[in-house]
Structure formats: structure tokens, C-alpha cells
């Protein structure tokens, strides 16, 4: 890993490569993250950040009756920033790639697998799609899992963000998000839906910090079969989290 710092912007890379035996299989993969950040404007009230991860491997079968897996993923985001005062705003977009052949040896249109996995577990800024119910890690967990499914649907999501700091111990947020499939199946909707969430995050002591998180969600046409027209749903979650 290296990082190389400026007074209004930072610079970094990191690449991490992994071998992993197992007594059927033989699976490398190489990672390259390069990220950056940058301040301009009137001390620093406006800002770009954005990363990209790229992902390379494959996975060979020992008995030598399976045909290997080629591994090759590309994940990405990039956000404005701006501060006004009390009020700070993200605008953005993040995509992790779908593939359309799951990387089982012998299933799938091919033995290539072009997805990345979706966003990694530091990201979560969405109630539903995200954090409380994880709607986005299940479908591509059910994909990748599922060989009958053969399409890792990967995700492109849109969002807008506004925090207002009522005072030194209470922020509110709010947020607007529309995510879609990269990949789906034939014939099948790409649309996860849009999500609108409302957050306070309330400073109680030094050590203690209230949350309290409301999403709805208006369910897309991805999650719809010929017997299932999923209803729009909305999660309401609180906790207390203790910092030492």
C-alpha cells in the first residue's frame, strides 16, 4: 500500500494478491485499489473523492476434469461534496460489476466470472438496501451460491445525502437512492428500486451515541416473478453504541 499527500488532496494504492489451497482447488486473486481525494474552494467546502477496485484470479481444479474459472471484476465510485454552513452534501454514484456466468467450472454461458462482490462490508450508508436488511449482499450472495441462477447481478447505485447539524450533539440525515442490476437474467427487470431514508444521530456523552435509522423502500420490478409482485417496504431501527 502507498499514499502520497498534498495540502488539498490525498493519493493512494493498494494491492494485495492472495493464493488459497484447498484439497480440490488451487485459487489466486490479485486486488488493485487505487482511491483520491480532493478540497477546493473556501476552506476546503468542496470536495471530490472517488476508487476503483480491480479484481483479477482464477481458480484451477486439481482433478483435472473441471475446466478452471478466470476471475475478472471491476468496482468503482466517485462522490461531489459540499458544505454549507450546518449542512453537508454527497452526491454519487458506486457500481460493483455483475457477470453473467456465476464462475462454476462447466455452468453458466462461460467459466469467466466478471463480478466484484458488491461493496464491501465499511460502506453501508443505506437502511434497507444495505445495512439492516442487506437487500443488495443477499441477491448477490443468492447468485453467487446458486448455480441454477447463473447471473451475479452486481449493482449500480445512485444517491444523494444531506446532513443538517442541529447542534454540537444532533445531526440529521437524509438520503434518496436508486439502485439497479449491472447484470439479470433474460427478460428480467433491472430496477432494485429507490430508497428514501431519515437518520438522527444523537451525541449523549463522550462515550455514548444514540442512533436512530428510518428506510422505505419502493420495491423494483427485479424482485418480481409471475407469482410474486413484492409490496414497498420500510425498516425503523434504533441502537446505543458505547465507545471505550
Known amino acids: 500500500a502507498g499514499i502520497y499527500k498534498q495540502d488539498n488532496w490525498t493519493a493512494g494504492l493498494l494491492v494485495k494478491n492472495v493464493r488459497a489451497e484447498s484439497l480440490t ?4 486473486q490479485n486486488v488493485f485499489v487505487p482511491y483520491f481525494t480532493a478540497q477546493f474552494g473556501d476552506a476546503g467546502q468542496y470536495g471530490v473523492q472517488g476508487e476503483i477496485k ?13 475446466a478452471d474459472v478466470d476471475y475478472t471484476g471491476l468496482g468503482w465510485y466517485l462522490a461531489g461534496t459540499a458544505s454549507f454552513g450546518k ?3 454527497e452526491v454519487g454514484i458506486a457500481v ?3 457477470s453473467d456466468s456465476n464462475g462454476t467450472a462447466g455452468v453458466g454461458n462461460d467459466d469467466e466470472n466478471e463480478a466484484v462482490g458488491g461493496f464491501g462490508s ?6 434497507i438496501l444495505q445495512d439492516a436488511n442487506n437487500v443488495l449482499g443477499a441477491q448477490i450472495s443468492k447468485h453467487a451460491t446458486n448455480p441454477a441462477l447463473n447471473v451475479d447481478p452486481g ?3 445512485y444517491y444523494v445525502s444531506v ?3 442541529l447542534n454540537d ?15 439479470t437474467a433474460n427478460g428480467q427487470d433491472d430496477s432494485f428500486g429507490t430508497e428514501i431514508d431519515a437518520k438522527l444521530k444523537w451525541k449523549l456523552t463522550d462515550a455514548l451515541t444514540y442512533y436512530v435509522d428510518l428506510g422505505y423502500l419502493m420495491t423494483g420490478d427485479y424482485f418480481k416473478t409471475a407469482t410474486n409482485d413484492p409490496d414497498s417496504v420500510y425498516t425503523l431501527s434504533h441502537r446505543l453504541q458505547v465507545d471505550f
Do not use: C, F, H
Not at 122 to 127: K, M, S
Open 96 to 98: 460493483a460489476s455483475g
Open 155 to 157: 449493482v449500480n447505485l
Open 87 to 89: 449542512t453537508n452534501v
Open 163 to 165: 446532513d443538517y447539524a
Open 169 to 183: 450533539d444532533i445531526t440529521l440525515t437524509g438520503i434518496v437512492a436508486m439502485a439497479t442490476a449491472d447484470q
Open 122 to 127: 465499511e460502506w453501508i450508508p443505506l437502511v
Open 25 to 28: 482447488t488451487t485459487t489466486r
Open 54 to 66: 480491480m479484481v483479477t484470479g482464477s481458480t484451477e481444479y486439481k482433478d483435472g476434469i473441471l
